[in-house]
């Protein structure tokens, strides 16, 4: 088994405000992308780290990655481009896929452990969720609602995930209209099972300016 990572990381961070791209903006004086990378790459079962980076930023994407050993491409427009240049980037070798926002930067490495263990051992395609503590309700383009699915069967899906290779290059096949907003989705498009295991409340994705508020907080109970 060679199972590599691949890092979207092209985001401009419109919800954070004025700045750097996302993942080259700093929490704890290094850029989120950098302690993204130093999640993923602590686990042993990962053999390679694609990053995705901001195509105007490449030199300091480069930079962020620097000791690393991650590989840089250029990403996309959306997130789904920058998650398909990542993949076609692989060597021939890699049969497992995780994909992980660089706006997570930590991981725990038992979430990647699990999701790799949990493609090994047959699964084309394998999310990370967690229960919700909202009511969620579906509405329609008014704004009135159509449906509450019961709150015991929701979950909120986190990264990595992780896929068969042949299964993720299939679903990046699919028709560029297809709108989703992460790779499972696609994979479920292909009419293949999704299998969700237990996510981590430290892989939250640093979205809105009080996330970096949480991310701060969280280095410094680790006393980073
Ligand atoms: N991403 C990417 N390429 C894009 C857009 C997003 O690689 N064209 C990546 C981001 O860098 C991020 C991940 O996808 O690591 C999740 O996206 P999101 O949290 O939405 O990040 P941004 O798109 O940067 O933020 P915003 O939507 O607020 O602009
Ligand atoms: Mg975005």
Redesign the pocket.
Known sequence: MSVAVL??????????GPGA???LREVGGEPLLRHALRSLGAAPEVDLLVV?G?PGDLAATEAACAGTGALVVA?????R???AAALRALPPEVDVVLVS????PFVPVELVQRVVATVAAGAPAVVPGLPVADTVKQVDGTGHVVATPPRELLRAVQTPQGFARVVLERAHALPAELLVTDDAGLVEALGLPVLVVPGAPEAF???RPEDVEAAEALLRRRGA
């Open positions: 890092v979207p990381a092209a985001g401009r961070g419109e919800r954070l791209p996302k993942a995705a901001p990403g996309g427009t959306d997130r481009a920058s998650v926002d660089a706006a997570r994705k640093v979205t």
